[in-house]
């Protein structure tokens, strides 16, 4: 079967870059599969989780949106910012998340503050989502 | 022959100076690793950000996007990446020089040019020859990428509104700690020979990646949700890259540079100390001898 060459690269490093069987990405519009072979896509991310798939192993990145382009053998990820699920730190997202729900409460709020707040607070989901994916997963075991 | 006394003065001026000089050189070697790292990380990013965009260009339309659109250029805004202090050699001189060179061409075609300043030194030779419609300081050592973002707003903004046609940047690119070169992108409108430009430059590619781009450009691309949307985002994004990372090499080169330069100072420091203190000795020496042979002289007279 053939292989797709997967490459996510976040502000600061890169942060995979290997074969894989298939990946899938949080698009805007929802997530999408991508599996070797598909058509040239562009397309920009939504703050989610981007799942890897490599044989039977599944590997969960935390990605805050950005962007993807996609060629049949090739898929590169723009991220703003992508983390394994052990670089989290969930005390802060945790923190965060109840910062940007905080802000989103009050009444007095600019229309740009509550959207900066929103995007925060879809991020901090995004990393938690992650994290307990993986503390559930370790019990499980 | 100068007295011991002034040779002395002198000496003890130079060390002063090659202490100065040592302790900058200290001070820019640690900050030089920390910008160095910081241009190297970020490269990466920018570079195939450049790439992705560079491989789609051949299927945008001017249309589709206010920072893709190209005319007639009248008047073109440059923004001048500098440190905000001296001492580091050529660099300065060298940027200035590229930026005189671009500043004449526009004259000559009867472009208007006006400056955004990033670094006080470039602040300051731009007040002499043009008008700086922004300025920014000390925010090299310590710039984020929400500080490019709110810069680079400046040039998108003006663009769009068609204040400017044209849109251009001078940096010095880290190259290494002994090489730094000074280079000039444009960056608005974006056009796709000059981002692949870019790209090579940064890192030297191989011809058969180059290839690789081109055919990949050639490709039709699928935009989800769809085309105008992405590159409302994505363009934007990319100036501010384009921006941040102008900075941070621009950062890295200085710092690299001034580490270089003051090596060098200490070191002519120290070979000019080793030159007097020679003169001095010989001076010292000269000085002995002639008043022995005053000495002797003095009582051979006394015994006849």
């Known amino acids: ?141 | 022959m100068a007295s011991t006394r002034d040779i002395k003065r002198r000496i003890k001026s130079i060390n002063n100076t090659r202490q100065i000089t040592k302790a900058m050189q200290m001070v820019s070697a640690a900050k030089m690793k920390k910008a160095q790292v910081a241009a190297l990380r970020t490269r990466y990013y920018a570079n195939t950000a450049l790439e992705v965009l560079g491989s789609i260009a051949e299927n945008m339309q001017a249309e589709a996007h206010p920072l893709l659109n190209k005319r007639e250029v009248k008047k073109i805004l440059l923004i001048l990446i500098s440190p905000d202090k001296g001492l580091c050699g050529g660099l300065n001189s060298n940027l200035f020089k590229k930026a005189l060179r671009f500043l004449d061409k526009a004259k000559k075609e009867n472009k208007e040019l006006d400056f955004l300043c990033v670094g006080k030194k470039g602040i300051d030779f731009s007040k002499k020859i043009g008008n700086i419609i922004a300025e920014y300081e000390k925010i090299g050592d310590k710039i984020k990428i929400t500080d490019a973002t709110s810069i680079a707003q400046i040039p998108i903004d003006y663009f769009t509104n068609a204040k400017y046609d044209q849109v251009s940047i001078i940096f010095t690119e880290y190259v290494s700690t002994l090489k730094q070169e000074v280079r000039e992108q444009q960056i608005l409108p974006f056009e796709k020979d000059k981002l692949l430009d870019m790209t090579k430059a940064g890192k030297k590619e191989e011809e058969k990646q180059e290839k690789e781009i081109l055919e990949k450009s050639k490709a039709d691309y699928l935009f989800e949700p769809s085309a105008k949307q992405i590159l409302a985002t994505l363009l934007p994004r990319l100036v501010d890259m384009q921006v941040f990372q102008a900075i941070v090499e621009s950062n890295a080169s200085e710092h690299s540079a001034r580490m270089v330069a003051m090596q060098n100072a200490s070191e002519n420091a120290k070979d000019m100390i080793a030159d007097l203190s020679f003169t001095y000795n010989q001076a010292r020496q000269a000085n002995i001898t002639r008043e022995l042979a005053e000495i002797t002289a003095g009582a051979e007279a006394l015994k006849k």
Do not use: W
Not at chain 1, 48 to 54: A, C, Y
Not at chain 1, 83 to 90: L, V
Not at chain 1, 106 to 120: P, S, V
């Open chain 1, 1 to 141: 079967m053939s292989k797709l060459i997967l490459e996510i690269i976040s502000l600061d490093k890169q942060v995979f870059n290997d074969e894989v069987d298939s990946v899938v990405l949080p698009t805007e519009e929802g997530e999408i599969g991508i599996l070797p072979k598909h058509i040239h896509l562009v397309t920009s991310l939504a703050p989610g989780e981007i799942k890897i798939r490599q044989g039977n192993e599944e590997t969960v990145l935390a990605c805050s949106g950005g962007f993807a382009q996609i060629n049949p053998d090739k898929a590169i990820v723009l991220a703003d910012a992508a983390e394994h699920a052990e670089e989290i730190d969930e005390q802060r997202a945790e923190e965060a998340m109840k910062k940007a729900r905080e802000t989103m409460a009050k009444k007095d709020i600019k229309k740009e503050e509550y959207a900066a707040a929103a995007a925060d607070l879809r991020r901090s989901l995004a990393r938690l989502k992650v994290v307990k994916k993986r503390k559930s997963k370790r019990a499980y075991r």
